[in-house]
């Protein structure tokens, strides 16, 4: 029995299947953590849906923010760009049950792996917030999804303010500010400003921010966060901190972290990827 923690695939399925025969998966054994954006850029999102939908409850996903974008422009608040690869998901048949089980995947995920607790986002966890704290504030946003506002909630999610957590934000102000800090950061300032502009690598800030997870006294420090999301940072295994979208869609590799539930041990395990998208296109 493992676990398996899987950077962004976005839609890339042939290197899904390539990852999931060298990892030998069994969905009667194993769980797959999917970090989000599971569609998009890539071919054949129609088809990573419908893998993850046949694996039941041994594939758990987390929302990014091309998930999110296929559920706008289904819900008729966004339309789709000319980089979208989206399509064949909009024009399926079985389009609704796709849909309806995105809408259901979660904002952030909490496990205990051995002693030590681990977060999982799709970008990143504002500075001020506690591990409990980001599971509560992404239940809020979960909750508007899977209910009968969800198209009011997708007309108004766009959008890069307010830049800076505050406890005493309500509507939808907060709920954008959630939605980004899970799904968009990357950079932000030492009070926990926002700043979404940059795509660079961690060496990359601009100035007077830094990368998300490198802010002092950061609350989640503690434990282990893992993120995709920032194809430029790539593979980072730190205590507190694993990074594991290695950019599939743009020409990398897609990427599983394989966690030993028996023996506690973990192992990096990637399969090139034959999509080779213009770096910068994220």
């Known amino acids: 029995m493992a676990l398996y ?26 769980t797959l953590y999917m970090l989000g954006d599971i569609v998009n850029r890539g071919p054949d999102s129609a088809a990573v849906l419908r893998r993850l939908m046949a694996y039941g409850d041994a594939a758990r996903c ?23 690869t989206l399509d064949a998901v909009l024009d399926a048949p079985d389009r609704h049950v796709m849909l309806h089980w995105l809408l259901n995947q979660k904002m952030s995920m909490l496990l205990t792996r051995g002693d030590m607790p681990l977060l999982m986002v799709h970008a990143g966890v504002l500075p001020a917030w506690t591990a409990p704290q980001t599971m509560e504030l992404a239940h809020e ?12 909630f997708f007309a108004t999610m766009y959008g890069d303010t307010p830049t ?18 899970l799904t968009r950061l990357r950079f932000c300032t030492v009070r926990g400003e926002m ?25 989640t420090a503690p434990i282990s966060v893992a993120f995709g999301h920032w194809s430029t940072l790539g593979w980072l295994d730190r205590s ?41 296109q994220q």
């Open 240 to 280: 507190d901190v694993l990074s594991l979208d290695t950019g599939c869609v743009w020409g990398g590799s897609l990427s599983a972290l394989r966690f030993n539930l028996q023996d506690q041990t973990q192992e990096l395990i990637q399969v090139p990827c034959a999509i080779s998208q213009q770096p910068g």
């Open 141 to 152: 946003v979960e909750t508007v999804l899977q209910g009968k506002h969800a198209g009011e």
């Open 5 to 30: 923690m899987i950077g962004d695939v976005q839609g890339c399925d042939a290197a899904l299947q390539d990852l999931l025969d060298t990892l030998d998966f069994s969905p009667s054994r194993d």
């Open 62 to 84: 987390l929302l990014g923010n091309h998930d999110l974008h296929l559920l706008a422009v289904a819900h008729g608040a966004r339309k789709l760009s000319r980089k979208d």
């Open 195 to 219: 700043e979404f502009d940059s795509k660079e690598g961690a060496d990359g800030a601009p100035e007077g921010y830094t990368p998300w997870f490198d802010v002092p006294d950061r609350r």
């Open 164 to 181: 800076q957590w505050d406890d005493r934000l309500t509507g939808m102000d907060r709920l954008r500010l959630i939605v980004n800090a």
